[in-house]
Antibody, heavy 122, light 106 residues
């Protein structure tokens, strides 16, 4: 059974930083692209970032480019995202999602974690 | 950026009735279209990919159709567990984009 467990969320002040983690199990982590998707309170889904199976290719939404960094540790079956220069607009539940295949093109999330809440407030 | 527009925003139906949810893309996404279901306090669940292929374990009452810019998710007979928010998502171009969602309510 595919399991994705996010951690690292919490309350952070504007301008602050946070690193989120997602521990994967139930599948061969190193075979699949992975993503982060967020959802602001009461709002819809917003794609944040994607990384291919070996970490060689990464993609970011314009809203987070140059502030967020996605990475992965295939030896530890863990996905990360470093969140820097946070603002209130980044307040959301952050979901880790497994992609259907290894590549990043014409690919989509098929399993999602339960999410971790990031609140940016003073 | 490809804009995904879902309609209606809210769909009021009774258990046992059918429902048709629409999703329109601002430019062609071919068949690179997925549908997700999200219940309150839960993560999204993949229902349909490739516009019409049901994901593993998804009941046959869910079906998807369309290509290009117009897509439809049909629920043939709503069960109590189907009342949720449904999102379409295109994966033809970066950035990946989602529609605003359709809430199916009693």
């Amino acid at each position: 059974e595919v399991q994705l467990v996010e951690s690292g969320g919490g309350l952070v002040q504007p301008g602050g930083s946070l690193r989120l983690s997602c521990t994967a199990s139930g599948f061969t982590f190193s075979d699949y692209a992975m993503s982060w998707v967020r959802q602001a309170p009461g709002k819809g889904l917003e794609w944040v970032s994607t990384i291919n199976y070996n970490g060689g290719s990464t993609y970011y939404a314009d809203s987070v480019k140059d502030r967020f960094t996605i990475s992965r540790d295939n030896s530890g079956d863990t996905l990360y995202v470093q969140l820097n220069t946070l603002s209130a607009e980044d307040t959301a539940v952050y979901y880790c999602a497994k992609f259907h295949g290894s590549g990043t093109y014409y690919n989509f999330p098929d399993y999602w974690g339960q999410g971790t809440l990031v609140t940016v407030s003073s | 950026e490809i804009v995904m527009t879902q309609s209606p925003a809210t769909l009021s139906v009774s258990p046992g009735e059918g429902a048709t949810l629409s999703c329109r893309a601002s430019q062609s996404v071919s068949s690179y279209l997925a549908w997700y279901q999200q219940k309150p306090g839960q993560a999204p669940r993949l229902l349909i990919y490739g516009a019409s292929t049901r994901a593993t374990g998804v009941p046959a009452r869910f079906s998807g159709s369309g290509s290009g810019t117009e897509f439809t998710l049909t629920i043939s007979s709503l069960q109590s567990e189907d009342f949720a928010v449904y999102y379409c998502q295109q994966y033809h171009n970066w950035p990946l984009t989602f529609g605003g969602g359709t809430k199916a309510e009693i």
